[in-house]
């Protein structure tokens, strides 16, 4: 992995126009969807599956198998 971009908090998706470093205040029911364990259980439900994930990982091209011998 590269690099990582958080994209959602919960239930709380992050606005695209917030930059690195930037913040925003937080309306109570933005809060809500924050701290709301239904709201977190909900926003994991709708991401996809990691059965559908590739079976052969790389890093840098190489088998991620031969890198574990190392």
Do not use: C, F, M
């Not at 364990?37 to 439900?45: G, Y």
């Not at 990691?50 to 890093?59: E, G, I, M, N, S």
Request: net charge positive; glycine share 6%; aromatic share 2%.
């Amino acid at each position: 992995v590269l690099s990582l971009k958080r994209v959602r908090i919960g239930g709380y998706r992050l606005p695209r126009t917030l930059r690195l470093g930037q913040y925003i205040a937080l309306t109570p029911s933005e809060v809500r969807k924050v701290t709301d364990l239904a709201a977190q259980a909900n926003a994991a439900a709708q991401l996809p599956s990691l059965q559908a994930a590739p079976k052969v990982v790389r890093v840098r091209g190489v088998p991620l198998s031969e890198l574990e011998d190392i």
